[in-house]
């Protein structure tokens, strides 16, 4: 038997381990859970590069992959106190930010709630749906699932818009998605946003409008979005196509001939190319063209539907991104000479 010195001893030894243990798991904890992720040596590496949870990866393997890395200093503790709080069956396969300020505990809270980083993916007002794919196609983090120039009808057959022409189906604005997301879900959101920025640009239509669809308000939008981008200048170039759509003139808009020249366009519009039909071109026939020949924007699909009043039905660009509007083809005459042709009277 143990002398009662030998057993002061032994208490003694247990109460300094209880206590060491106590010590190292209150540390351990509070670097869990309080602590910002940050180490001297390698923060901007930390706070950079995201923590990426591979389809298959346990939370054992994660716990030592942040180890590795040098953001957690006990991956055994890290993985009893996720099992304790119910997170480690529940993390989500992912990129996770590491974003200055951010705690372990935070950060796997993150994973199990699968906020993922997204990256953005701007569609510009003006791009034809051929410019739209090839942009989806060039960037790396985007899932090519379409091939190399898909036809536009496997496209829209993709995104369940079967049987509609593609060209102008894409809302311009900037969407987010998480690394590897398909091009077909993008496309198919930027559907659905331009779907419902149209209704509900066309619930909100003036009285009176020359269209009689919100597919024709979506193709003069278009035609809008390619003849200005001057934001208040919008409305006043609709006003003028309403204006020539009411009294039966043709729209005479130089950007329907280039998109229906096609490939066969090498930069310069000649006179020609005016006189040579095609169903896009507004000089030789009356009435919108067939499809939307080009994205528009929000705003542009506001103001096709919404044209500003006035007597105006023709506009020459000034040479400086700005229109000069006349109501008389006299006016428009000696604004063509002074700013395309530099004659002044």
Same mark, same amino acid.
């Given at each position: 038997m143990l002398g009662v010195a030998s057993r002061k001893r032994l208490i003694l030894g247990l109460f300094v381990l209880i206590f060491a243990a106590g010590a190292w798991l209150g540390q351990g904890l509070i670097h869990i859970t309080q602590e910002p992720i940050i180490q001297?040596?390698?923060?901007?590496?930390?706070?950079?590069?995201?923590?990426?949870?591979?389809p298959g990866s346990s939370f054992s393997q994660m716990?030592?992959?942040?180890?590795?890395?040098?953001?957690?200093e006990r991956p055994l503790l890290l993985r009893v106190w996720a099992r304790l709080n119910g997170y480690a069956n529940r993390i989500q396969v992912g990129e996770y930010a590491i974003e200055p300020g951010v705690t372990v505990a935070a950060l796997v809270k993150k994973m199990?709630?699968?906020?993922?980083?997204?990256?953005?993916?701007?569609?510009?007002?003006?791009?034809?749906v051929r410019t739209l794919l090839t942009e989806l196609q060039q960037d790396s983090r985007i899932k090519n699932t379409l091939g190399?120039?898909?036809?536009?009808?496997?496209?829209?057959?993709?995104?369940?818009?079967?049987?509609?022409?593609?060209?102008?189906?894409f809302l311009p604005e900037t969407y987010y998605f998480p690394k590897d997301s398909r091009d077909i879900d993008i496309l198919r959101r930027a559907?659905?946003?331009? $779907?419902? /920025?149209?209704?509900? %640009?066309?619930?909100? &239509?003036?009285?009176?409008?020359?269209?009689?669809?919100?597919? #024709?308000?979506?193709?003069?939008?278009?035609?809008? $979005?390619? /003849?200005?981008?001057? %934001?208040?200048?919008? &409305?006043?170039?609709?006003?003028?196509?309403?204006?020539?759509? #009411?009294?039966?003139?043709?729209l005479q808009t130089d950007p329907t001939v280039i998109y229906g020249m096609g490939a066969a366009f090498d930069g310069d519009l000649r006179r020609r190319d005016l006189r040579t039909d095609t169903p896009y071109n507004t000089y030789t026939r009356h009435g919108l063209p067939p499809t939307p020949i080009a994205l528009a924007g929000a705003a542009?699909?506001?103001?096709?539907?919404?044209?500003?009043?006035?007597?105006?039905?023709?506009?020459?660009?000034?040479?400086?991104?700005?229109?000069?509007f006349s109501a008389t083809l006299?006016?428009?005459?000696?604004?063509?000479?002074?700013?395309?042709?530099?004659?002044?009277?």
């Open positions: 001297a040596d390698n923060a901007d590496q930390i706070v950079t590069e995201p923590v990426v949870i591979e716990a030592t992959n942040l180890a590795d890395r040098g953001i957690v199990t709630q699968g906020q993922v980083v997204e990256y953005p993916f701007t569609i510009i007002e003006g791009w034809t190399t120039n898909p036809s536009l009808t496997a496209v829209m057959r993709g995104i369940d818009r079967a049987g509609v022409p593609a060209e102008g189906q559907n659905r946003a331009l $779907e419902a /920025e149209l209704n509900a %640009a066309w619930a909100q &239509r003036a009285d009176n409008l020359p269209i009689e669809s919100a597919q #024709q308000a979506l193709i003069l939008a278009s035609i809008i $979005e390619k /003849e200005t981008a001057v %934001a208040d200048e919008r &409305r006043r170039v609709a006003g003028v196509f309403s204006r020539r759509l #009411q009294r039966g003139m043709r542009s699909i506001r103001a096709a539907v919404n044209p500003a009043a006035g007597d105006s039905v023709y506009f020459v660009s000034r040479g400086d991104g700005t229109h000069v006299e006016a428009h005459n000696a604004a063509v000479r002074r700013y395309q042709l530099g004659i002044t009277d």
